[in-house]
């Protein structure tokens, strides 16, 4: 079993910036990538976007390129979401998930943290 925590989640002004952090535990964690997905009230979750773990190489969602990064610490079993040039739209509950193959979906999800962003 693997168990994703985030932590990182607050309130930000517009224009500001967050970053989030992922932390895996339990068996030995070597996933295919990570992902970080995100739910606002009333709609779909939506994938952010994504880092492979071995590789490092990203893969973003259009909605946050160019303001939005993910990185990994391997050593720590860690991923992070760098969130810059936050808008109001990106309120929403951020969470990641772990991916152990290619071409399957993910299979152990974090609860979530919140990000609030006011206009």
């Given at each position: 079993?693997?168990?994703?925590?985030?932590?990182?989640?607050?309130?930000?002004?517009?224009g500001g910036s967050l970053t989030l952090s992922c932390v895996a535990s339990g068996r030995t964690?070597?996933?295919?990538?990570?992902?970080?997905?995100?739910?606002?009230?009333?709609?779909?979750?939506?994938?952010?976007?994504?880092?492979?773990?071995?590789?490092?190489?990203?893969?973003?969602?259009?909605?946050?390129?160019?303001?939005?990064?993910?990185?990994?610490?391997?050593?720590?079993?860690?991923?992070?979401?760098?969130?810059?040039?936050?808008?109001?739209?990106?309120?929403?509950?951020?969470?990641?998930?772990?991916?152990?193959a290619l071409g399957r979906w993910y299979d152990y999800w974090g609860r979530g943290t919140q990000?609030?962003?006011?206009?």
């Amino acid at each position: 079993q693997v168990q994703l925590v985030e932590s990182g989640g607050g309130m930000v002004q517009a224009g500001g910036s967050l970053t989030l952090s992922c932390v895996a535990s339990g068996r030995t964690f070597r996933p295919y990538g990570m992902g970080w997905f995100r739910q606002a009230p009333g709609k779909e979750r939506e994938f952010v976007g994504g880092v492979t773990w071995s590789g490092g190489t990203t893969v973003y969602a259009d909605s946050v390129k160019g303001r939005f990064t993910i990185s990994r610490d391997t050593a720590k079993n860690t991923v992070y979401l760098q969130m810059t040039t936050l808008k109001p739209e990106d309120t929403a509950v951020y969470a990641c998930a772990a991916q152990f193959a290619l071409g399957r979906w993910y299979d152990y999800w974090g609860r979530g943290t919140q990000v609030t962003v006011s206009s």
